[in-house]
């Protein structure tokens, strides 16, 4: 089965044409700056890749783009749209009405268009490619995969917030967490490394622009460190993580700001960029501190820092760790910040290996001593597959 995956963003569109049943990507790529002006970076046959400079001015044309480049022309891999037996979404909340993957109705998107207060930046983009799929190529089925979707197995007692509780029953105010297929992925392969198989304690630190950390036990999550949005948690990119309300309203009366300036600086001008006053991007800000910049070395110091105390936290809630996974660009590629993360737990049993730790690779990998009780993991993560997946299981029963 050839499943189209899509990851529609308000400016962009991300696209994958994959096999799940034997994980054969065909081609994927990106359009950027819909709306403006338009560019396609088509990648596909070992590698070849094509850049179209196509105005695109809706998510519509971008779409007809990409059909169009995958049927004709250069970039052509298949014969006809008629191939594609299913699209696979990614929807970033699905609130608590969402637990799995679903096929895409009416009902379905009606629901996601009530959530978008909850996701204002990322639902009525997801909801867009939905709809003009259909429109597009009617008959073929839409699954939609939700980002939070993973973390609906967490208790009561770890995504309440301890506001009146009015707020959870009127406005569904709660923690639900991203990056859920990611910490599904990454947790499973996990599983299937270790060779404890019941009872699994398994960490996952989701690290990249975005970054989150997930408590997994026995392969259902019991807490994670994103919210009601993404910006709590983990210092990440360009947004600031756990901050006290305190600050927020201080900084609103000294600067004389309103709430959208303030969210504003939340998630587009603080984390990495805003102490390291340097670059978002944290290969530039080991450069910085390498080259001497204290503020880049704050920066990264805090990263890991933040970072082990949530595992600190989760291998408490968890009674134990089996294993502490990394993935995402930083995750995969800083080994740095893997030291740093994992410098002194080895009273929970966790004993990363030097050179292990220094040696990269794109597989999936131990980096562990010998004598660790725990596992330290290094485990790329696809969360592409896990739409692709979800899509083939959920349209073949049909």
């Given at each position: 089965m050839l499943v189209f995956i899509l990851n529609a963003g308000s400016s962009s569109l991300k696209y994958q044409l994959m096999n799940p049943v034997n994980k054969e990507i065909l081609a994927v790529g990106l359009c950027e700056r819909i709306g403006i002006d338009g560019v396609l970076k088509h990648e596909f046959s070992d590698d070849k890749k094509i850049k179209l400079d196509v105005a695109m001015p809706t998510h519509k044309e971008a779409i007809e783009l990409v059909l169009k480049t995958l049927t004709e022309g250069e970039g052509k891999?298949?014969?006809s749209i008629n191939d594609i037996e299913a699209i696979g979404h990614r929807a970033v909340h699905g609130g608590e009405d969402f637990s799995q993957s679903v096929i895409v109705t009416q009902k379905v998107i009606s629901k996601m268009k009530e959530l978008i207060p909850l996701a204002p930046l990322h639902n009525p983009a997801n909801i867009m490619g939905m709809e003009i799929c259909m429109q597009l190529m009617p008959g073929v089925?839409?699954?939609?995969?939700?980002?939070?979707?993973?973390?609906?197995?967490?208790?009561?007692?770890?995504?309440?917030y301890p506001l009146p509780y009015e707020q959870y029953s009127k406005n569904r105010v709660r923690k639900y967490g991203f990056h859920g297929t990611s910490h599904y992925f990454?947790?499973?392969?996990?599983?299937?490394?270790l060779d404890k198989k019941n009872n699994t304690r398994v960490i996952v630190c989701h690290l990249g622009n975005g970054s989150s950390v997930s408590a997994i036990y026995n392969g259902k999550c019991i807490d994670t460190s994103m919210g009601l949005t993404p910006v709590q948690g983990l210092m990440m990119g360009t947004r600031c993580g756990d901050l006290g309300a305190g600050a927020i309203q201080y900084i609103m009366e000294k600067d004389n700001m309103n709430i959208q300036e303030m969210l504003n600086i939340l998630n587009k001008k603080s984390g990495i960029i805003g102490i390291s006053g340097k670059s978002s991007d944290l290969r530039e800000v080991l450069d910085g501190m390498d080259n001497g910049d204290d503020r880049?070395?704050?920066?990264?110091?805090?990263?890991a820092y933040i970072i082990k105390k949530y595992v600190g936290s989760y291998a408490a809630a968890l009674d134990g760790v089996d294993a502490l996974c990394f993935t995402g660009g930083i995750g995969e590629n800083a080994a740095l910040i893997r030291e740093k993360v994992c410098a002194g737990l080895d009273y929970m049993g966790l004993n990363i290996d030097p050179t292990k730790n220094n040696k990269r690779s794109s597989a999936s990998r131990d980096i562990s001593t010998n004598g660790s009780t725990g596992r330290i993991f290094v485990i790329p993560t696809n969360e592409e597959y896990v739409i692709a997946n979800d899509t083939y299981k959920i349209v073949s029963k049909l």
């Open positions: 891999v298949i014969d089925p839409n699954v939609a995969v939700f980002d939070t979707a993973f973390h609906q197995t967490m208790p009561d007692y770890a995504y309440m990454v947790s499973n392969e996990a599983i299937s490394m880049c070395r704050l920066a990264v110091d805090m990263i």
